[in-house]
């Protein structure tokens, strides 16, 4: 046979035999392929059934006999790819899908899979161990859920570069897995738990590329460890709202050249020199030529503010925050070199001095805070040439001089806070040119002259208009009026003179309206009653004459009404919010008669009909009150005049009366109106009243956005109320912990309080206890764990420590998963330190309850005994 002739046999039976394997590979390949599309489709279907969702997001999660096992890559949140031929699962995101219910086991059959997000659902339960044979995962999220109890072992998924288990209820240390075999973690996000202990010593070695480590809002200890200078990839450090202490050295961060956020707020830092020197720490911050923001709020400095900050900061800062801590000196001109700042922070610290004009070359400031200092000298005309400031907070300093017109330039302007110095003169005309103003506060000062007519200018006031506790006189303009969305407007405690206007019914956002201690006259305008949204209406303490308008009893929404020491007349109207208002809404005005307790019952047939008398009789009648008149006019002028005097310095006196008016809650809470309370309970709806008690009444609400909320809403009538609500807020503010009542936000009026707070399904623990109990052991002791970790946190850990004063059963609420939180900080009583070891109640909110009994019987504390 010739050689080509083998050759070409030969080739021949190898092709055919390489066709023969071939086909079976490809047979045996999509078998295999089947059968893992099948398992991973057995994993989602097993996912689905633990878990539920009222929009049945997961609707299309379905398949039937005739359908390709592929179909399931078109589910929604699934993604497949090709793995070595193979068709699998490798993405599964289903955040924000409304899921609840628990995650399955059998999700770790998902064995290709590289990326799983389930956050912002409501997810409660453990994470399951099996988890842990997901060999591919790179990506893991599963914050903004209800998951607890510790982390599982995940030392086997050593590829993950991404970890975010933010927002849940998780407990236990810091999982020492993430740095025995996750050296490739880029991201790690254990925030707003209830982790505690310390930072592993080994971080900085073990996440050699760790960019983003975010531990804020747990219950950490401990100092920094050293290790962290080796993380030098860092790009941000989030630790706020822990009890991290020692002290911050000037090499801690300095190898982070990548550095962009460092936010370290509400510790126990200090700084070099036993807590006196901060220019180590600053000039350590100067290599980090990316940083931008460096919060250090309310974390324990002391000492001088460095005067050469400007220089030892790095210029790529757009926000500093040092405020809440104890710094002393002068703000330095050298501020002024960081340009690029557009938020800088020193409220509530001891500075002094003057502020220094350089500042108005900040051109990029949008929020400047220098409240709560001791400050002196006049506000810096350079401050007009911060043309991009919105926010402008100098109250409650010592600042003296006219307000200057420069001010006007500040276009942008929404908030201006200048309240609480010593400012004098006039209040600039122009100040009518910052037409985006919503929040205008100028009171308690020494403040002349009239109202400028150019406040027709400021027809965006939103929020509210404050010029209380001044000089201020004349008349109140009309121009007034164009501030038709401004839901607070108070003028009390002024020499305000002449009559109300009746075009003040064009204010129709205005929720509370404070004229009191003024000299104003004339009717109340009967234009008011068309005031829908009116909640309060204070116009005590003034000349006001004739009647009460009736139709101030279409104003439904009115709760405090105040016309008393006024020289009103005839009767008191007896329908709508007169039904609920008592005397002291009417007192001095000696000619006012009506059905409510305490005043003059008015005669059956007050007025007289004059026609039907006899000629003499009304003759003699006339003669004599002609006569009486002119005798009594004579008098009456005499002892006018020396009223009107009177009162004029009365008035006067009155501008130096201290009023502790309740302050607004941080601008990161949601401004909620009473109007919107009205809806959201149904107008005070008894069928949705769930509690009731010495405090006031709370019901169970819904936002419009669709959130279920408990609405307290306390009671105004005692003279504690306002303290008790002051301090319920400053509590609710200063606190994070996953066993205490977080506050969502407040609406307070002088005549209306009210606090909006998470819905808590379970009750309170009362419920549970009596008349029997239903509890099994094993929560009562999870109940009692939670309570206690929670007053821990108050006494130990709290940027403010604070005192309960009133735990008891019905203050102990439960959520869905019979999770105690402790509430109702009412009668609660803030620490400070002084000096070492010892405290002392702040005196930031007085506190009524400092010389009596506090608590409830049967539960009051031993500490007060």
Same mark, same amino acid.
């Given at each position: 046979?010739?050689?080509?002739?083998?050759?070409?046999?030969?080739?021949?039976?190898?092709?055919?035999?390489?066709?023969?394997?071939?086909?079976?590979?490809?047979?045996?390949?999509?078998?295999?392929?089947?059968?893992?599309?099948?398992?991973?489709?057995?994993?989602?279907?097993?996912?689905?059934?633990?878990?539920?969702?009222?929009?049945?997001?997961?609707?299309?999660?379905?398949?039937?006999?005739?359908?390709?096992?592929?179909?399931?890559?078109?589910?929604?949140?699934?993604?497949?790819?090709?793995?070595?031929? @193979?068709?699998?699962?490798?993405?599964?995101?289903?955040?924000?899908?409304?899921?609840?219910?628990?995650?399955?086991?059998?999700?770790?059959?998902?064995?290709?899979?590289?990326?799983?997000?389930?956050?912002?659902?409501?997810?409660?339960?453990?994470?399951?161990?099996?988890?842990?044979?997901?060999?591919?995962?790179?990506?893991?999220?599963?914050?903004?859920?209800?998951?607890?109890?510790?982390?599982?072992?995940?030392?086997?998924?050593?590829?993950?570069?991404?970890?975010?288990?933010?927002?849940?209820?998780?407990?236990?240390?810091?999982?020492?897995?993430?740095?025995?075999?996750?050296?490739?973690?880029?991201?790690?996000?254990?925030?707003?738990? +209830?982790?505690?202990?310390?930072?592993?010593?080994?971080?900085?070695?073990?996440?050699?590329?760790?960019?983003?480590?975010?531990?804020?809002?747990?219950?950490?200890?401990?100092?920094?460890?050293?290790?962290?200078?080796?993380?030098?990839?860092?790009?941000?450090?989030?630790?706020?709202?822990?009890?991290?202490?020692?002290?911050?050295?000037?090499?801690?961060?300095?190898?982070?050249?990548?550095?962009?956020?460092?936010?370290?707020?509400?510790?126990?830092?200090?700084?070099?020199?036993?807590?006196?020197?901060?220019?180590?720490?600053?000039?350590?911050?100067?290599?980090?030529?990316?940083?931008?923001?460096?919060?250090?709020?309310?974390?324990?400095?002391?000492?001088?503010?460095?005067?050469?900050?400007?220089?030892?900061?790095?210029?790529?800062?757009?926000?500093?925050?040092?405020?809440?801590?104890?710094?002393?000196?002068?703000?330095?001109?050298?501020?002024?070199?960081?340009?690029?700042?557009?938020?800088?922070?020193?409220?509530?610290?001891?500075?002094?001095?003057?502020?220094?004009?350089?500042?108005?070359?900040?051109?990029?400031?949008?929020?400047?805070?220098?409240?709560?200092?001791?400050?002196?000298?006049?506000?810096?005309?350079?401050?007009?040439?911060?043309?991009?400031?919105?926010?402008?907070?100098?109250?409650?300093?010592?600042?003296?001089?006219?307000?200057?017109?420069?001010?006007?330039?500040?276009?942008?302007?929404?908030?201006?806070?200048?309240?609480?110095?010593?400012?004098?003169?006039?209040?600039?005309?122009?100040?009518?040119?910052?037409?985006?103003?919503?929040?205008?506060?100028?009171?308690?000062?020494?403040?002349?002259?009239?109202?400028?007519?150019?406040?027709?200018?400021?027809?965006?006031? +939103?929020?509210?208009?404050?010029?209380?506790?001044?000089?201020?006189?004349?008349?109140?303009?009309?121009?007034?009026?164009?501030?038709?969305?401004?839901?607070?407007?108070?003028?009390?405690?002024?020499?305000?003179?002449?009559?109300?206007?009746?075009?003040?019914?064009?204010?129709?956002?205005?929720?509370?309206?404070?004229?009191?201690?003024?000299?104003?006259?004339?009717?109340?305008?009967?234009?008011?009653?068309?005031?829908?949204?009116?909640?309060?209406?204070?116009?005590?303490?003034?000349?006001?004459?004739?009647?009460?308008?009736?139709?101030?009893?279409?104003?439904?929404?009115?709760?405090?009404?105040?016309?008393?020491?006024?020289?009103?007349?005839?009767?008191?109207?007896?329908?709508?919010?007169?039904?609920?208002?008592?005397?002291?809404?009417?007192?001095?005005?000696?000619?006012?008669?009506?059905?409510?307790?305490?005043?003059?019952?008015?005669?059956?047939?007050?007025?007289?009909?004059?026609?039907?008398?006899?000629?003499?009789?009304?003759?003699?009648?006339?003669?004599?009150?002609?006569?009486?008149?002119?005798?009594?006019?004579?008098?009456?002028?005499?002892?006018?005049?020396?009223?009107?005097? +009177?009162?004029?310095?009365?008035?006067?006196?009155?501008?130096?009366?201290?009023?502790?008016?309740?302050?607004?809650?941080?601008?990161?809470?949601?401004?909620?109106?009473?109007?919107?309370?009205?809806?959201?309970?149904?107008?005070?709806?008894?069928?949705?009243?769930?509690?009731?008690?010495?405090?006031?009444?709370?019901? @169970?609400?819904?936002?419009?956005?669709?959130?279920?909320?408990?609405?307290?809403?306390?009671?105004?009538?005692?003279?504690?109320?306002?303290?008790?609500?002051?301090?319920?807020?400053?509590?609710?503010?200063?606190?994070?912990?996953?066993?205490?009542?977080?506050?969502?936000?407040?609406?307070?009026?002088?005549?209306?309080?009210?606090?909006?707070?998470?819905?808590?399904?379970?009750?309170?623990?009362?419920?549970?206890?009596?008349?029997?109990?239903?509890?099994?052991?094993?929560?009562?002791?999870?109940?009692?764990?939670?309570?206690?970790?929670?007053?821990?946190?108050?006494?130990?850990?709290?940027?403010?420590?604070?005192?309960?004063?009133?735990?008891?059963?019905?203050?102990?609420?439960?959520?869905?998963?019979?999770?105690?939180?402790?509430?109702?900080?009412?009668?609660?009583?803030?620490?400070?330190?002084?000096?070492?070891?010892?405290?002392?109640?702040?005196?930031?909110?007085?506190?009524?309850?400092?010389?009596?009994?506090?608590?409830?019987?049967?539960?009051?504390?031993?500490?007060?005994?």
């Amino acid at each position: 046979m010739p050689l080509t002739l083998i050759i070409s046999h030969l080739l021949l039976l190898l092709s055919f035999h390489h066709f023969t394997f071939s086909l079976g590979y490809c047979q045996n390949h999509h078998c295999s392929h089947h059968d893992d599309l099948f398992t991973d489709r057995a994993a989602l279907l097993a996912f689905k059934a633990s878990t539920f969702s009222e929009t049945n997001v997961l609707s299309n999660w379905t398949f039937t006999d005739d359908q390709d096992a592929s179909s399931i890559c078109n589910w929604i949140g699934v993604t497949c790819q090709d793995i070595m031929l @193979r068709k699998r699962v490798v993405n599964l995101t289903l955040n924000r899908k409304g899921l609840r219910g628990t995650i399955s086991p059998l999700i770790s059959n998902l064995s290709a899979l590289v990326t799983l997000v389930l956050s912002e659902n409501e997810l409660h339960g453990v994470i399951p161990y099996p988890m842990s044979d997901l060999k591919s995962l790179k990506q893991l999220s599963l914050e903004g859920n209800q998951l607890q109890h510790r982390v599982p072992d995940l030392s086997s998924l050593s590829g993950l570069t991404y970890i975010s288990l933010a927002n849940n209820h998780f407990s236990g240390e810091i999982p020492r897995f993430l740095f025995r075999n996750c050296t490739r973690l880029q991201y790690l996000d254990l925030s707003g738990n +209830k982790f505690h202990g310390t930072i592993p010593p080994e971080i900085g070695n073990s996440l050699p590329v760790l960019a983003n480590l975010n531990l804020y809002d747990n219950l950490l200890t401990g100092e920094l460890p050293a290790s962290l200078r080796n993380c030098t990839c860092l790009n941000g450090l989030d630790i706020e709202n822990n009890d991290f202490c020692g002290e911050l050295s000037a090499d801690m961060f300095c190898r982070a050249r990548s550095l962009e956020y460092l936010h370290l707020s509400y510790n126990n830092f200090r700084s070099s020199e036993k807590n006196t020197n901060l220019a180590p720490f600053f000039t350590g911050l100067r290599k980090c030529v990316n940083l931008r923001e460096l919060e250090l709020t309310g974390i324990g400095f002391r000492g001088e503010l460095p005067a050469t900050i400007g220089l030892l900061l790095p210029i790529s800062l757009t926000q500093l925050q040092l405020g809440e801590n104890q710094l002393t000196g002068e703000l330095s001109p050298s501020i002024s070199m960081l340009t690029n700042l557009t938020l800088l922070n020193l409220s509530s610290n001891l500075l002094h001095g003057a502020i220094p004009k350089e500042i108005g070359a900040m051109e990029n400031l949008e929020r400047l805070l220098l409240s709560d200092n001791n400050f002196t000298g006049t506000i810096p005309e350079t401050m007009g040439a911060m043309k991009h400031l919105g926010l402008l907070d100098l109250s409650r300093n010592m600042l003296t001089g006219e307000i200057p017109e420069a001010l006007s330039n500040l276009t942008q302007l929404r908030m201006l806070y200048l309240h609480g110095n010593q400012l004098s003169g006039p209040i600039p005309a122009t100040l009518g040119k910052c037409v985006n103003l919503e929040t205008l506060d100028l009171s308690r000062n020494r403040l002349t002259g009239g109202i400028p007519l150019e406040v027709r200018g400021l027809n965006e006031l +939103k929020i509210y208009l404050n010029l209380s506790h001044n000089l201020l006189d004349g008349p109140i303009p009309v121009e007034i009026s164009k501030m038709d969305k401004v839901q607070e407007i108070d003028l009390s405690y002024n020499n305000l003179s002449g009559n109300i206007i009746s075009q003040l019914a064009y204010c129709v956002g205005a929720q509370s309206i404070n004229f009191s201690h003024n000299l104003l006259d004339g009717p109340i305008p009967a234009s008011i009653g068309t005031m829908q949204n009116l909640l309060s209406l204070d116009l005590s303490f003034n000349l006001l004459t004739g009647d009460i308008p009736v139709s101030l009893q279409k104003c439904t929404s009115l709760r405090l009404l105040n016309v008393s020491y006024n020289n009103l007349t005839n009767m008191v109207p007896s329908g709508g919010p007169f039904e609920s208002l008592d005397i002291t809404s009417f007192l001095h005005n000696p000619l006012l008669c009506g059905s409510i307790s305490g005043l003059l019952r008015c005669p059956k047939n007050k007025r007289q009909d004059f026609p039907f008398l006899s000629k003499k009789i009304f003759a003699l009648m006339l003669a004599t009150s002609a006569s009486a008149t002119f005798f009594v006019t004579t008098i009456c002028c005499s002892v006018c005049c020396s009223l009107l005097k +009177k009162a004029v310095f009365i008035a006067r006196d009155r501008i130096e009366v201290g009023c502790n008016l309740p302050q607004p809650l941080e601008s990161k809470y949601p401004r909620i109106t009473y109007a919107e309370i009205l809806e959201a309970t149904s107008s005070f709806d008894s069928r949705r009243l769930i509690g009731t008690g010495s405090y006031g009444e709370v019901y @169970r609400a819904e936002l419009k956005d669709g959130r279920e909320v408990a609405i307290k809403v306390l009671k105004t009538q005692g003279k504690n109320s306002s303290k008790s609500f002051n301090r319920e807020c400053q509590v609710l503010r200063n606190i994070r912990h996953r066993n205490l009542m977080r506050i969502i936000t407040a609406c307070s009026q002088p005549d209306f309080k009210a606090l909006v707070l998470p819905f808590m399904a379970k009750g309170n623990l009362e419920s549970h206890l009596h008349p029997s109990s239903d509890l099994s052991l094993i929560q009562r002791v999870n109940i009692c764990s939670d309570v206690a970790e929670g007053i821990a946190y108050l006494h130990h850990h709290s940027p403010v420590k604070v005192i309960h004063c009133d735990l008891k059963p019905s203050n102990i609420l439960l959520n869905d998963e019979m999770t105690a939180l402790v509430s109702d900080f009412g009668i609660a009583r803030l620490i400070t330190s002084i000096g070492e070891g010892a405290a002392t109640t702040s005196d930031t909110l007085p506190n009524s309850t400092a010389n009596f009994v506090i608590g409830s019987l049967g539960y009051i504390p031993p500490g007060t005994s």
